[in-house]
């Protein structure tokens, strides 16, 4: 990813800095030179929004976009995970993104598979991907595949926020291998699609001759059937939420559960490497249990706490938190609330790897 060497390096003013050690948060640019190590003592840590909501202010009164070095203009906190120097994990990474009004994060492109997680959006926030222009409202959840062009574009008059999620230390830190990476020759892609094309294609309407766009890569021998660029859109995941809680019993681990599928095949996992769940607790505790995949959790609403290894994480709305494997946990909501669950377990269930068991 770091192909360009930053020309010079972005200064930060001394009370962003001293703000960002104290909390566990870095920048991205500066965490890019400490990929390709593994870690092998990952703690369960959560990071408050309150904390979060300082750090990306303070990066964004201190640094415009375009001072960023050159090639990787993302204006990112990263949560660092106290036993890492990097990311959250081993395999997921999480970090937060801001873009201002009238900004553009320019057009790239890469092998690490991405999405983003709107925390405040707006219609004329867009990310740009394979050509479509996506609205990105709150909570909305948009796929970056493998090797797609995207670019985001702050058309609103309010800064836009979401979660980047990659399976980047998977890549750089745990296969100790590269992110292929490539710039678009323009800040902008072009747009060669309307507002909805990748859903035409890949929603619940499809095209019956079966002229899927051939422009998705694969799938070549051995690969998974690759996801396509697609927007879940908050509105309808909330309410198959709540149709699940008006009418199933919940899971005793993860509580009204439903797992964002690949468009391509009609099941989880999003990704081949990693998997999303939005999960709705409103039935007291659940179960502890362990399991050797790492979870990451994005709190969309509510209060409670997460137990885990005999600690308590407390979370509010948007922290974000960290269940490192075999570590045993449970959840324990206030009254209701709704969790964004991130998984590697496709990584382990692709060996045969993966184990769960009740705590
Ligand atoms: C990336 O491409 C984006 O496109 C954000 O917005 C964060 C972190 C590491 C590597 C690539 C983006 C990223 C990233």
């Not at 949560?79 to 994060?105: D, F, L, R, W």
């Not at 990310?127 to 609205?135: D, I, L, M, Q, Y």
């Not at 230390?169 to 292929?180: A, C, E, G, H, R």
């Given at each position: 990813?770091?192909?360009?060497?930053?020309?010079?390096?972005?200064?930060?003013?001394?009370?962003t800095?001293?703000?960002?050690e104290?909390?566990?948060?870095?920048?991205?640019?500066?965490?890019?030179?400490?990929m390709?190590?593994?870690?092998?003592?990952?703690?369960?840590?959560?990071?408050?929004?309150e904390?979060?909501?300082?750090?990306?202010?303070?990066?964004?009164n201190?640094?415009p976009?375009?001072?960023?070095?050159?090639?990787?203009?993302?204006?990112?906190?990263?949560?660092?995970?106290?036993?890492?120097?990097?990311?959250?994990?081993?395999?997921?990474?999480?970090?937060?993104?801001?873009?201002?009004?009238?900004?553009?994060?320019?057009a790239?492109?890469?092998?690490?598979?991405?999405?983003?997680?709107?925390?405040?959006?707006?219609?004329?926030?867009?990310?740009?991907?394979?050509?479509?222009?996506?609205?990105?409202?709150?909570?909305d959840?948009?796929?970056?595949?493998?090797?797609?062009?995207?670019?985001?574009?702050?058309?609103?008059?309010?800064?836009?926020?979401?979660?980047?999620?990659?399976?980047?230390?998977?890549?750089?830190?745990?296969?100790?291998?590269?992110?292929?990476?490539?710039?678009?020759?323009?800040d902008?892609?072009p747009?060669?699609?309307?507002?909805?094309?990748?859903?035409?294609?890949?929603?619940?309407?499809?095209?019956?001759?079966?002229?899927?766009?051939?422009?998705?890569?694969?799938?070549?021998?051995?690969?998974?059937?690759?996801?396509?660029p697609?927007?879940?859109?908050?509105r309808?995941?909330?309410?198959?939420?709540?149709?699940?809680?008006?009418?199933?019993?919940?899971?005793?681990?993860?509580?009204?559960?439903?797992?964002?599928?690949?468009?391509?095949?009609?099941?989880?996992?999003?990704?081949?490497?990693?998997?999303?769940?939005?999960?709705?607790?409103?039935?007291?505790?659940?179960?502890?249990?362990?399991h050797?995949?790492?979870?990451?959790?994005?709190?969309?609403e509510?209060?409670?706490?997460?137990?885990?290894?005999?600690?308590?994480?407390?979370?509010?709305?948007?922290d974000?938190?960290?269940?490192?494997?075999?570590?045993?946990?449970?959840?324990?909501?206030?009254?209701?609330?709704i969790?964004?669950?991130?998984?590697?377990?496709?990584?382990?269930?692709?060996?045969?790897?993966?184990?769960?068991?009740?705590?």
């Amino acid at each position: 990813m770091a192909q360009q060497e930053p020309e010079e390096q972005v200064e930060l003013s001394s009370s962003t800095r001293s703000h960002l050690e104290a909390q566990n948060l870095r920048p991205l640019w500066e965490v890019e030179d400490t990929m390709g190590n593994v870690y092998d003592d990952l703690e369960p840590d959560i990071w408050k929004w309150e904390d979060i909501q300082t750090a990306i202010d303070n990066i964004e009164n201190d640094i415009p976009i375009d001072d960023l070095p050159p090639g990787f203009q993302r204006r990112v906190t990263v949560p660092i995970n106290t036993g890492m120097e990097n990311a959250i994990s081993n395999t997921i990474y999480v970090g937060v993104q801001t873009v201002s009004p009238g900004e553009n994060a320019p057009a790239h492109r890469h092998g690490a598979n991405a999405l983003r997680f709107t925390i405040d959006g707006h219609e004329e926030m867009k990310t740009v991907v394979a050509g479509e222009e996506f609205p990105m409202h709150d909570n909305d959840l948009i796929t970056t595949p493998q090797w797609e062009w995207h670019d985001h574009v702050n058309d609103s008059d309010e800064t836009a926020t979401w979660l980047d999620v990659l399976d980047l230390p998977l890549i750089l830190d745990s296969l100790n291998s590269t992110n292929v990476f490539e710039n678009h020759e323009l800040d902008r892609q072009p747009v060669t699609k309307t507002q909805g094309y990748w859903d035409s294609q890949y929603g619940r309407a499809r095209p019956a001759d079966e002229a899927k766009d051939s422009s998705i890569p694969g799938p070549f021998e051995g690969n998974r059937e690759p996801t396509p660029p697609y927007r879940f859109k908050w509105r309808e995941t909330d309410e198959t939420l709540r149709q699940r809680a008006d009418n199933d019993t919940p899971d005793p681990y993860d509580g009204y559960s439903m797992a964002y599928v690949n468009p391509n095949t009609g099941s989880p996992p999003l990704f081949p490497t990693m998997s999303f769940r939005s999960q709705l607790l409103n039935e007291g505790p659940t179960d502890a249990h362990f399991h050797n995949a790492t979870e990451v959790f994005f709190v969309i609403e509510g209060e409670g706490a997460t137990h885990v290894d005999g600690e308590a994480l407390e979370w509010g709305e948007r922290d974000i938190f960290v269940v490192p494997p075999g570590t045993p946990h449970h959840h324990e909501p206030d009254d209701e609330a709704i969790l964004l669950g991130m998984s590697d377990r496709p990584v382990y269930e692709a060996f045969n790897f993966y184990t769960e068991a009740e705590a």
